[in-house]
């Protein structure tokens, strides 16, 4: 069973089937916002994550897909601020920070490393106090003015999906755009981009979105708005002055799979200029096996395994290494015949398949170099 979505033409809404919140929020302001947007919806008070945990396994079998739909309004302790942790042996990294003020996602994509990453923890998490970030934030920023920093919030849930009922960017986008040494990355599938067109300023923010094929979409993606909504999100954003971002992660090899991403890159062409977006980057598919156990017991269709895969330095497993230079190769080629200056990076790669695909290592790249940490 899927989260609860309600269409609006825009965007797309949520609606918990139970709200739980723990004590220490209880008279938090986002809170009682949260609260009143729901006012129907049966509430669970001083409730700790792990109790709420409880009650959902013990009313649902598929408790990761049921997680999905109880919110956890909670308070964050420790640092948020940290260091991707897609950095893995013999992987090239991006230099890239993640603060999480969300756990899971609303969305059910069949390949999402969440299903494995948040098995024991699977409830849609809301960490409330997103004031006690932005002070780490600023004592960081402050104390570092030589370096900069990007920053992303979609490492563990969609940045965007939730925004209209938790709106974390419109004290997110106002922060980073008086910082001169801080980039807030914004990654999502959605179209829920009203309230970064209501803000005054689009600087130092690049609003991303992971793409793939309509095929793949409605397949692998469930619940996600479709590609040219996602598009048309991203044409609203670039328009009113936001860089803009492409993931194309994961790609998935499928007979026709060259068509069919050809066609994809061609649609974002025709709804953004090239001028217009910061970077574009390519990642294949990739999973652990305790994951692969786990997709195929809750995404009955999936078409994620047809192809064969061997386990790589990182214990993941990923298409052989003939085919994912083929592949990106291929897209990069088709990229770089719309403009020669986009910025095209591999996500989570080796060395070898970064020379195999453009003879190069970021390294020796001066428009990626600013971006990698080998």
């Known amino acids: 069973m899927n989260p609860t979505f309600l269409s609006t033409g825009r965007e797309?809404?949520?609606?918990?089937?139970?709200?739980?919140?723990?004590?220490?929020?209880?008279d938090h302001p986002l809170t009682l916002k949260t609260l009143l947007q729901f006012p129907d919806t049966p509430v669970e008070r001083n409730i700790t994550v792990d109790e709420a945990i409880q009650i959902i396994k013990k009313t649902s079998s598929d408790v990761f897909g049921a997680g999905k739909r109880n919110l956890v309004l909670t308070r964050f302790k420790g640092s948020?601020?940290?260091?991707?942790?897609?950095?893995?042996?013999?992987?090239?990294?991006?230099?890239y920070y993640v603060v999480n003020l969300l756990k899971n996602c609303m969305y059910d994509c069949s390949y999402c490393f969440l299903q494995d990453f948040l098995k024991n923890n699977p409830l849609?998490?809301?960490?409330?106090?997103?004031?006690?970030?932005?002070?780490?934030?600023?004592?960081?920023?402050?104390?570092?003015?030589?370096?900069?920093?990007?920053?992303?919030?979609?490492?563990?849930?969609?940045?965007?999906?939730?925004?209209?009922?938790?709106?974390?960017?419109?004290?997110?986008?106002?922060?980073?755009?008086?910082?001169?040494?801080?980039?807030l990355e914004l990654k999502t599938k959605s179209n829920c981009v009203i309230n970064l067109l209501n803000q005054n300023s689009a600087d130092n923010v690049i609003v991303s979105w992971s793409l793939n094929p309509q095929i793949i979409i409605d397949q692998e993606e469930k619940g996600t708005p479709n590609l040219e909504q996602r598009l048309e999100a991203a044409r609203l954003c670039a328009n009113k002055g936001y860089k803009i971002g492409i993931h194309l992660d994961p790609i998935i090899i499928f007979p026709d799979w060259e068509r069919a991403y050809h066609g994809m890159i061609e649609k974002i062409f025709e709804v953004l200029s090239p001028s217009q977006i910061e970077w574009v980057s390519l990642g294949s598919f990739r999973y652990r096996m305790s994951l692969k156990k786990i997709i195929n017991e809750r995404h009955n269709n999936t078409r994620l395994f047809t192809g064969e895969h061997i386990s790589s330095k990182d214990g993941k497993h990923r298409y052989l290494r003939s085919l994912r230079n083929e592949v990106y190769k291929n897209i990069r080629r088709l990229l770089k015949n719309f403009s020669k200056d986009l910025n095209v990076y591999l996500c989570m790669e080796t060395k070898e398949i970064w020379e195999g695909v453009t003879e190069k290592t970021p390294r020796a790249d001066e428009t990626l170099d600013k971006f990698f940490d080998l």
């Open 80 to 95: 948020f601020l940290k260091k991707c942790p897609g950095i893995s042996p013999g992987m090239v990294c991006c230099n």
């Open 12 to 26: 797309i809404e949520f609606s918990p089937e139970t709200i739980f919140i723990d004590k220490s929020v209880a």
């Open 124 to 183: 849609l998490v809301v960490y409330v106090n997103i004031e006690d970030l932005l002070d780490e934030l600023e004592r960081t920023f402050a104390a570092h003015p030589d370096r900069t920093f990007r920053v992303g919030t979609g490492e563990l849930t969609d940045s965007l999906a939730l925004d209209q009922v938790i709106p974390f960017s419109q004290q997110l986008i106002p922060f980073f755009n008086q910082k001169k040494n801080a980039v």
